[in-house]
């Protein structure tokens, strides 16, 4: 077990559990993904396509007296979640299952991130506003331009108050006697904030 003690999130990659077959939102996104998210101690949090877990345990380190679901339908997903879970000291409630169906029994949420939406993001969108509370808040994050057009689209037409931004991160790696920079794929992050009273 190594509880996470400092109060900042960005809880370095190397300290999760891995598996290369299961996607993990890397540091840097992550901590601008969990800003975006703005968080308080007692929300209500989905992480949807929660892979090996990395955001859902940091939304629970932060919503400490609240409960955080982490949706995922890989098998090796889960695995990972459950460990990482014990190893961080954190209490996730694990989905096991494809979204929108593994959404419809859950309590209402304050907070909603999306990580992946497995190719059925109109109905994962159409579920996630059913469910997100008054004042609640999106967070979706997409490495396609598909994705990021279509859930554009389709919150802009809910009257969401939405925000896109595009990050670019290249993180220095040592190549023989000199270091370069490593470029990483562009994540589209967009938020977006429910009008509905």
């Known amino acids: 077990m190594s509880k996470w003690i400092y ?16 996607p993990m939102t890397k540091n840097e996104i992550r901590v601008l993904s969990l800003s975006k998210l703005r968080l308080f101690s007692e929300a209500t949090v989905y ?3 929660a892979g090996s877990g990395s955001v859902a345990i940091e939304c ?11 949706i995922e339908k890989n098998p090796q997903g889960i695995d990972l ?10 209490e996730i409630d694990i989905i096991e299952g494809t979204a929108p169906q593994a959404i419809m029994d859950l309590p209402e949420a304050d907070r909603i991130f999306i990580g992946g939406s497995g190719g059925n993001l109109q109905d994962v969108l159409e ?19 598909g994705t990021a057009a279509e859930a554009f689209k ?15 991160i290249a993180v220095a790696s040592q190549r023989g ?3 370069l920079w ?3 794929n562009p994540v589209t992050i967009i938020t977006a904030d429910t009008n509905r009273q």
Do not use: W
Request: with cysteine; net charge positive.
């Open 47 to 49: 992480d949807v396509g």
């Open 7 to 22: 109060k900042t999130f960005g809880i370095p990659d190397e300290e999760f559990i891995r598996d290369q077959g299961v």
């Open 154 to 168: 389709i919150l802009n037409a809910k009257n969401y108050t939405l925000e896109a931004v595009q990050v670019n």
């Open 127 to 145: 579920i996630c506003h059913k469910k997100l509370k008054p004042g609640g808040r999106l967070v979706i994050n997409s490495v396609t331009l």
């Open 177 to 179: 006697k000199v270091e």
């Open 182 to 184: 490593q470029a990483r």
């Open 60 to 70: 629970k380190l932060l919503a400490n007296s609240g409960r955080v679901y982490a």
């Open 81 to 90: 979640i459950r460990k990482n879970s014990e190893k961080f000291v954190v």
